[in-house]
Structures are given as structure tokens and as C-alpha cells.
């Protein structure tokens, strides 16, 4: 039994082919080319999922069930879009469009909602209150609470991401100002690490970077980090303190067991955790007896619960 499970991102789209144990047996991914219409993405998500069953020797007969993640508010029972900023969707019929390019049935959860519903099904249901956060192009959120998805009122609930941690600060694409988005997702950082260098000439960041600013990622400043570099140290520190001032939040909401962090900054792993992990006593959160974690399945996490989003249907 195989499924197809399609994480779609505001910068990438991460396609792969799930076995039975929950194995990535073939996985491809492709540039998301904002701005673009909604039927022009989902025809390259159909061509590379092609591509994806070819390098798995499968064939779209042999895959039993279809899903995906989609940023922003999702209504699971039609498979529509209902808003999602950094996509530029609105009531966007996702599932129908994909169902004509596949001929099956395709299953659809916020993104973020299902990178959770992996991150649960790793556990093998030993923890029943999870969320999960995606430090990407903006900050998903995905709660599951005993054991259950958590997708609120509307299905606009776990929009962690847009819970403002500074009032009137920096503009979100939402239209608030001073989300947890604007300040601790990948793209913040990239901000705050071009900020850090424009003022800093000295930095070694610069040399990371061949002198040009079109070259800062999310791993400028922790590679300035491990080189020693004072700027970049700060710029870390900054960042990681607005991350914990998100999750403090989150922990004194939900009082999950675990916060497992994914997404692209995530993978720096301890560089990431140990800051984020001390800011957060600092900023002592009540009755803390959450384990703050780099996500189990890493940024598999959104493949493999978006390929078993039939299984979520019939909890």
C-alpha cells in the first residue's frame, strides 16, 4: 500500500511517496514560483508527482490515497482554501482542482495541521497534546489536543503564527502588526540578519555571503555563529528570544508535551534549542512540563501527514 503525500510551501513544494510503515520510499521538490495562479501550481504538482512515482517505479494505480498540506485556513470537508496570505488563495477549490489532475480523491489539511498529524503519528500515540511549529517562509502551527486535531471555529484555529508577541511592532503580510510571524519565521531572520550586517560592515557574515545581501539565507547568522562572529551571535540570540517568547505563549495556552519545532531553521538543531530552550526559563512559563524538540520526522513531517490524511478523516 502506497500513498502520496504533497507539502505546499510559499517557497517549495516537497512531494513524496509513503509505504505502509510510513517509509519515504522517493520524495522530490520544486520551486512554489509565487506569484502564480492556483491552477498553474497544482499542474506542476502534478508533474512532479509524476516524477515522484517514476523514481519509486510506481504508477498513479498504485497509490491509495492522495493528500496535502496548504498553508493558511483550510476547509478539510471540501478541500477549499479558505485564505492563505502567503499563497494569494482565496476560496480556492484545491482538492477539486487536484482530484481532475489525478483521478482520486485527494484529501486536503493546513499544512501546518498536518506536519502535526505526522509529528503524532511518530510518537505512536504515547503524547495526546502536541503542537507543532514550522519556522519557514511564515510560522504554521498545528495542534492536536487528546488526541485530536484542533482546527477551531471556521477551521482558522492553530494560526500560531499571527498571535502578536509586540504590540504595534513590525507589519505582518496579515495586515497586524507585531505577529510571532513577522519576528521568529525564516524570512524574519533573514531581515534581521541583513539588518545586523548593513550596520556592521566588519561582520564575517559578509564573507559568508560574497558581499552581497542577495545571498543571506536563514543560515547566515548561525554560520556567523560557529565562526565566532559577534554579530551574528547577537542576531541569533534576538531571534531565538522572539521564538521563545512565541512558545511561552503557546505552553501556557495549551500545556502540550511536546512543541516540536520544524521547518528550514530548524535544521540547525542544538544551535537553535539551547537558546531557545533558556530564553524560555527566562521568560518562565507557568507550570512548564513541556519538552521543546526539533521535529521528529524534520520537514518529512508535512509528506507524511498529508499522505495520511484519510486516517485523520476517520478519527
Known amino acids: 500500500m502506497y500513498k502520496l503525500g504533497i507539502d505546499l510551501g510559499g517557497t517549495n513544494i516537497a512531494i513524496g511517496v509513503v509505504d505502509e510503515k510510513n ?10 514560483l509565487l506569484p502564480d495562479t492556483p491552477k498553474n501550481i497544482v499542474g506542476r504538482i502534478f508533474d512532479a508527482s509524476k516524477k ?12 491509495d490515497s492522495i493528500g496535502i498540506g496548504s ?20 476560496d480556492v477549490k484545491l482538492g477539486e482542482l487536484l482530484s481532475e489532475q489525478f483521478g482520486k480523491t485527494v484529501y486536503c489539511e493546513n499544512d501546518a495541521n498536518a506536519a502535526a498529524f505526522g509529528e503524532y503519528l511518530a510518537t505512536d500515540g504515547t503524547a495526546d497534546t502536541i503542537v507543532a511549529i514550522t519556522l519557514g517562509t511564515g510560522i504554521g502551527g498545528g495542534v492536536i489536543i487528546d488526541r485530536k486535531l484542533y482546527s477551531g471555529n471556521r477551521f482558522s484555529g492553530g ?7 509586540n504590540f504595534d511592532g513590525i507589519p505582518c503580510s496579515c495586515g497586524r502588526k507585531g505577529c510571532f510571524e513577522a519576528y521568529a ?10 539588518e545586523a550586517m548593513q550596520n556592521n560592515l566588519q561582520s564575517k557574515m559578509w564573507q559568508l555571503c560574497d558581499g552581497t545581501l542577495d545571498n543571506v539565507s ?35 495556552t495549551f ?17 537553535l534549542l539551547e537558546p531557545v530552550r533558556r530564553h524560555i526559563e527566562m521568560n518562565k512559563p507557568i507550570n512548564c512540563q513541556t519538552t521543546v524538540c526539533i521535529a521528529k520526522l524534520n520537514n ?3 509528506i507524511i501527514g498529508a499522505a495520511n490524511l484519510d486516517i485523520l478523516k476517520k478519527m
Open 185 to 194: 519565521s525564516a524570512s524574519a531572520l533573514v531581515r534581521q540578519t541583513k
Open 255 to 271: 500545556g502540550p508535551a511536546i512543541i516540536c519545532l520544524g521547518g528550514g531553521i530548524s535544521k540547525e538543531g542544538e544551535a
Open 159 to 165: 494560526e500560531l503564527g499571527h498571535m502578536v508577541i
Open 300 to 302: 518529512d513531517a508535512g
Open 52 to 63: 515522484c512515482l517514476l523514481k519509486a517505479n510506481l504508477d498513479i494505480k498504485d497509490i
Open 218 to 252: 536563514g543560515k547566515t547568522a548561525f554560520d556567523g555563529l560557529r565562526l565566532g562572529d559577534e554579530v551574528a551571535k547577537e542576531v541569533v540570540e534576538q531571534y531565538c528570544d522572539y521564538v521563545s517568547i512565541g512558545l511561552v505563549d503557546i505552553i501556557n
Open 23 to 32: 517509509n519515504i520510499v522517493s520524495k522530490i521538490s520544486i520551486a512554489t
Open 71 to 90: 498553508p493558511g485556513a483550510v476547509d478539510s470537508n471540501k478541500g477549499v482554501v479558505l485564505f492563505a496570505n502567503n499563497l494569494g488563495f482565496k
